[in-house]
C-alpha cells in the first residue's frame, strides 16, 4: 500500500487488509514515496478512525518505498495516480511495472479513482477514505481467499 507520505491512506489501507487476512499467508506493508514522515506514527485521525472500526494502526512507522519494494511484494498498490506513476518510474522493467495497480480499481465501485488525501481535511474525509479503502480490500480479500 503506498502514498505519498505513508501516514494517512497507506496506513489504513494497510491495517485494514491485515485484518482481512492470514498474516501466516500473507505479508501486508505501507509505504510512501515522499520521505517526508519516515519512522512517524500515523496521522492520529487515521488511528482513531482506525480504532473506531476495531483497527490498531498505532504502532506502524512511515517509511519511504524502495526499489527492493518490487522484489519483496508480489502486488504494490497506489493509493492514487501521481503516486502509481512515481512508482512506475522507480520500476527497472516491465515485470516490476505490471506489479503495480491502482488500490481503487480492485473496487467496481470506485474503479479508476484515486483514494483522496484526507490530510488537509476534517475527520470526515478519513471515514470517508477508510470507506473506500475497506471496500477496495474486501473486494481483494475475496481476490486471494
Same mark, same amino acid.
Not at 527492493?68 to 520500476?91: C, P, Q, R, T
Not at 506489479?99 to 476534517?122: A, H, M, Q, T
Not at 470507506?131 to 480490500?137: G, S, T
Given at each position: 500500500?503506498?502514498?505519498?507520505?505513508?501516514?494517512?491512506?497507506?496506513?489504513?489501507?494497510?491495517?485494514?487488509?491485515?485484518?482481512?487476512?492470514?498474516?501466516?499467508?500473507?505479508?501486508?506493508?505501507?509505504?510512501?514515496?515522499?520521505?517526508?514522515?519516515?519512522?512517524?506514527?500515523?496521522? @492520529?485521525? *487515521?488511528? !482513531?478512525?482506525?480504532?473506531?472500526?476495531?483497527? #490498531?494502526?498505532?504502532?506502524?512507522?512511515?517509511?519511504? $518505498?524502495?526499489?527492493?519494494?518490487?522484489?519483496?511484494?508480489?502486488?504494490?498498490?497506489?493509493?492514487?495516480?501521481?503516486?502509481?506513476?512515481?512508482?512506475?518510474?522507480?520500476?527497472?522493467?516491465?515485470?516490476?511495472?505490471?506489479?503495480?495497480?491502482?488500490?481503487? @480499481?480492485? *473496487?467496481? !465501485?470506485?474503479?479508476?479513482?484515486?483514494?483522496? #488525501?484526507?490530510?488537509?481535511?476534517?475527520?470526515?474525509? $478519513?471515514?470517508?477514505?477508510?470507506?473506500?479503502?475497506?471496500?477496495?480490500?474486501?473486494?481483494?480479500?475475496?481476490?486471494?481467499?
Amino acid at each position: 500500500m503506498v502514498c505519498l507520505g505513508n501516514i494517512c491512506r497507506s496506513p489504513l489501507a494497510e491495517g485494514i487488509l491485515k485484518s482481512r487476512l492470514d498474516p501466516n499467508l500473507f505479508y501486508v506493508d505501507s509505504a510512501g514515496t515522499a520521505a517526508y514522515h519516515v519512522g512517524e506514527k500515523p496521522d @492520529n485521525r *487515521s488511528i !482513531l478512525t482506525a480504532k473506531r472500526h476495531g483497527i #490498531d494502526i498505532s504502532n506502524q512507522r512511515a517509511r519511504k $518505498f524502495i526499489k527492493s519494494d518490487f522484489i519483496n511484494f508480489d502486488v504494490i498498490y497506489a493509493m492514487d495516480k501521481e503516486n502509481f506513476h512515481d512508482i512506475i518510474s522507480l520500476a527497472k522493467d516491465d515485470f516490476q511495472q505490471r506489479k503495480v495497480k491502482l488500490l481503487l @480499481n480492485e *473496487s467496481k !465501485l470506485f474503479s479508476n479513482k484515486s483514494v483522496p #488525501d484526507p490530510y488537509y481535511g476534517g475527520d470526515d474525509g $478519513f471515514e470517508d477514505v477508510y470507506q473506500m479503502l475497506d471496500q477496495a480490500c474486501e473486494m481483494i480479500e475475496k481476490k486471494y481467499l
